[in-house]
């Protein structure tokens, strides 16, 4: 693993899965990039972009922020990757033999 990913908070890890970028949440929510960006690295502890983060992401406020929230973001990086190894097996298998 990178030095880079190894240093990534767990919300950083689920949203690059997701190929979201801080970019998009801030553009499609209204927010301020750097506001986006601080609060998804966990250097900004703003409830309100908080509350705007977690609903663009269609979960709760508890499941990113919460003291068990890196439980939680655990278990969605595992059903992410699980996600993205399926459809990985399904294309590869139509591609080569289907």
């Known amino acids: 693993m990178t030095d880079s990913a190894m240093t990534k ?3 950083q890890k689920l949203l690059s899965l997701r190929r979201i970028s801080a970019t998009q949440i801030a553009k499609d929510t209204g927010l301020g990039y ?5 609060t ?3 250097q900004r502890h703003s409830m309100r972009i ?6 663009y992401l269609n979960l709760d406020y ?3 922020w919460s003291e068990q929230a890196t439980d939680h973001l655990k278990e969605l990086i595992r059903n992410e990757i699980d ?3 399926a459809t990985t097996a399904h294309n590869l298998t139509r591609k080569f033999l289907d």
């Open 9 to 11: 908070t767990p919300l």
């Open 34 to 38: 750097h506001a986006v960006q601080k």
């Open 40 to 42: 998804i690295k966990n």
């Open 50 to 55: 908080r509350e705007a983060i977690a609903s």
């Open 62 to 64: 508890e499941h990113l």
């Open 83 to 85: 996600r993205k190894t």
